[in-house]
């Protein structure tokens, strides 16, 4: 079980980019993928998923209506569209499956995430 995040770096205040995150190993077509992000000092937040069938998505305020999550079933590939970013966006992002979401409130956890791959840096600068 492979999952590979990509697409991260250094933009200023405003910016975009865009995440990517490979799969491999497993049957990705079954699995909810989330993006989750962890910033020094900080407690690691659940920014958005997508889910496996019909592409239901979530995202926590914090990023609403900035972010943007899609899916490619045939590639195993999931992106995370990154725009109007702001220095308090700057984390390590993660992309991570399970296959099914848990949701305390309005806040997606990490909890029935399974698989984990390594994170990518952003940063944002101001």
């Known amino acids: 079980v492979q999952l590979q995040a990509s697409g991260g770096g250094l933009v200023q205040a405003g910016g975009s980019l865009r995440l990517s995150c490979a799969a491999s190993g497993f049957a990705f077509g079954d699995y909810v993928i989330g993006w989750f992000r962890q910033a020094p000092g900080k407690e690691r937040e659940g920014v958005s998923y997508i889910s496996s069938r019909n592409a239901n998505t979530y995202y926590s305020d914090s990023v609403k209506g900035r972010f943007t999550i899609s899916r490619d079933n045939a590639k195993n590939m999931v992106y995370l569209q990154m725009n109007s970013l702001k220095p308090e966006d700057t984390a390590v992002y993660y992309c991570?499956?399970?296959?099914?979401?848990?949701?305390?409130?309005?806040?997606?956890?990490?909890?029935?995430?399974?698989?984990w791959g390594k994170g990518t840096q952003v940063t944002v600068s101001s």
């Open positions: 991570a499956a399970g296959l099914f979401v848990m949701v305390f409130g309005t806040k997606f956890t990490d909890l029935s995430m399974n698989y």
